[in-house]
């Protein structure tokens, strides 16, 4: 059984977390199955949004313990130079929007997935942690920072270093989440935003993306440096002119992301 699967409706990609008996734990195989399918959607051009989900009562106890820990202490990579690496620590940069939703226990890894995610959402039941003080480590994918990043120095702080537990609406409160849904509702939620997100020009929402990375990576000015050349660029594709004879017309665009 694949411990990641992928379907793919139109324009968007929906992946799931598929070890559902460990608590969704993420072990080496799982982690090296998020990049390849990450590197082959990143490059397909009929893809414009990737959905991610999870089987199962809880979104990720965390990793597989007895699995990673002795790879990674042996300093073992389970993402290739090449791969999109979905937490964003390694290798290329990923280009199209991921939107997260979350369930049940989001720990650890789970927690440090959803905090490199364009848009997560929280099922009211979820609970979120970095449990990692506990056993000798910090949360070093990268959650720490986009934590402070989000929830600001405090809160954040507080939650890495006591290794407490916080629901699904502080996380709303915390900026770790944008929206919140029944359980129920959740997936349907961020279902709906893939999808909206697909129905928009893909050269656009690429740039963005591309843009908003240069500003976290390496702040304004470096950001505000493509902002002339990506109007230009933007502004003399087929997208756009598609959406000013969508607007003339009274109908909706149809990009072809051209």
Request: net charge negative.
């Given at each position: 059984m694949p411990t990641v699967t992928c379907e793919v409706t139109g324009h968007l990609a929906h992946l799931r977390l598929n070890r559902p008996e460990s608590g969704n734990r993420f072990s080496m195989e799982m982690f090296g199955a998020l990049g390849r399918i990450f590197t082959e959607l990143?490059?397909?051009?009929?893809?414009?949004?990737?959905?991610?989900?999870?089987?199962?009562?809880?979104?990720?106890?965390?990793?597989d313990v007895g699995d990673v820990l002795p790879c990674w202490a042996a300093g073992k990579n389970p993402f290739e130079d090449h791969q999109i690496n979905p937490f964003g620590t390694t290798g290329p940069r990923r280009r199209k929007p991921l939107v997260t939703v979350a369930q049940g226990q989001c720990f650890n890894a789970g927690l440090e997935l959803v905090l490199a995610s364009d848009i997560a959402v929280a099922a009211d039941n979820c609970r979120f942690a970095f449990h990692e003080m506990r056993f000798g480590v910090y949360p070093f994918g990268g959650g720490l920072f986009r934590l402070i990043r989000a929830a600001g120095w405090n809160a954040a702080m507080r939650h890495s270093l006591t290794a407490k537990e916080f629901c699904a609406d502080e996380a709303l409160r915390m900026n770790v989440v944008a929206l919140t849904a029944p359980l129920a509702e959740a997936e349907a939620t961020g279902l709906a935003l893939a999808h909206d997100i697909c129905r928009k020009a893909p050269l656009a929402v690429q740039a963005a993306m591309a843009q908003a990375q240069v500003w976290a990576d390496h702040g304004e000015a470096a950001a505000l440096e493509r902002s002339v050349p990506d109007i230009i660029r933007l502004l003399s594709s087929r997208d756009a002119a598609e959406a000013m004879r969508a607007m003339a017309e009274g109908r909706p665009p149809i990009f072809s992301g051209q």
């Open positions: 990143d490059t397909d051009p009929s893809i414009r949004c990737l959905l991610l989900t999870a089987e199962g009562a809880d979104f990720s106890l965390g990793v």
